[in-house]
């Protein structure tokens, strides 16, 4: 069975930082590029960065460059999205998935930006 579980999330001030995690398991995760996705309330999914199956290549979106660094531990199972100076409309439901064929999406982890 996939499994997908983001932890990480929490609740920090304009300007903080946040380390999210990716725990995969079920399907084979070293051979597979990975994906962080975010849901902000009343919006649609925002690709927020891509990262190769063996960590080498990675991709990001307007939003998150500069900010936002994916990595991955392929030896873990794991995939990280390490993010700093935070902003409120960073706020979101953030997930991660196998890229380009997602598997069904897991519970996500809330990440809360406010003052």
């Known amino acids: 069975e996939v499994q997908l579980v983001e932890s990480g999330g929490n609740m920090v001030q304009p300007g903080g930082s946040l380390r999210l995690s990716c725990a995969a398991s079920?399907?084979?995760?070293?051979?597979?590029?990975m994906t962080w996705v975010r849901q902000a309330p009343g919006k649609g999914p925002e690709w927020l960065a891509l990262i190769s199956f063996d960590g080498t290549i990675t991709w990001y979106g307007e939003a998150t460059k500069g900010r936002f660094t994916i990595s991955r531990d392929n030896a873990k199972n794991t995939m990280y999205l390490q993010m700093n100076s935070l902003k409120l409309e960073d706020t979101a439901v953030y997930y991660c998935?196998?890229?380009?064929?997602?598997?069904?999406w897991g519970q996500g982890t809330q990440v809360t930006v406010s003052s």
């Open positions: 079920g399907f084979p995760f070293s051979d597979s590029d």
């Open positions: 998935n196998r890229f380009p064929a997602p598997y069904n």
